[in-house]
């Protein structure tokens, strides 16, 4: 098993079934790994896509590293105040609109593959 399947086991459901199902969709596409970093699930692939973040509440926060680089025309991601971050949090399997993410997905993959990321460094006086 991966790391990330380990951790993911490492969680009670609802949890568990909600990072499985998230898990084996991001791994579905092409070229997609996912890496334990900062102690939580990351989804690569030339760079960070996404994460998965247990929650407190018992949820899992999806979050997109490039959110407010994707258009979200359907409205799934909240920013949070975040300047960079956008996510969308689940209680469960059926609270995951596929057919939305899939879109946001395919966004955020689109634009790890097209655009390169670019950190901005900030000079100190």
């Given at each position: 098993?991966?790391?990330?399947?380990?951790?993911?086991?490492?969680?009670?459901?609802?949890?568990?079934?909600?990072?499985?199902?998230?898990?084996?969709?991001?791994?579905?596409?092409?070229?997609?790994?996912?890496?334990?970093?900062?102690?939580?699930?990351?989804?690569?692939?030339?760079?960070?896509?996404?994460?998965?973040?247990?929650?407190?509440?018992?949820?899992?926060?999806?979050?997109?590293?490039?959110?407010?680089?994707l258009?979200?025309?359907?409205?799934?991601?909240?920013?949070?105040?975040?300047?960079?971050?956008?996510?969308?949090?689940?209680?469960?399997v059926?609270?995951?609109?596929?057919?939305?993410?899939?879109?946001?997905?395919?966004?955020?993959?689109?634009?790890d593959?097209?655009?390169?990321?670019?950190?901005?460094?900030?000079?100190?006086?």
């Open positions: 098993m991966s790391d990330c399947v380990d951790f993911i086991y490492g969680y009670p459901s609802p949890q568990r079934e909600v990072m499985l199902y998230l898990h084996r969709l991001f791994t579905g596409f092409p070229g997609v790994v996912g890496k334990i970093t900062y102690k939580i699930p990351f989804y690569y692939r030339k760079t960070w896509v996404c994460y998965l973040n247990p929650t407190k509440s018992g949820a899992i926060e999806l979050g997109f590293t490039r959110g407010a680089e258009q979200n025309e359907n409205g799934l991601l909240n920013a949070k105040g975040r300047k960079q971050v956008s996510s969308v949090t689940y209680a469960s059926a609270d995951i609109n596929e057919e939305a993410l899939l879109q946001v997905l395919q966004e955020a993959l689109l634009l593959e097209k655009v390169p990321y670019s950190v901005k460094k900030f000079r100190k006086n």
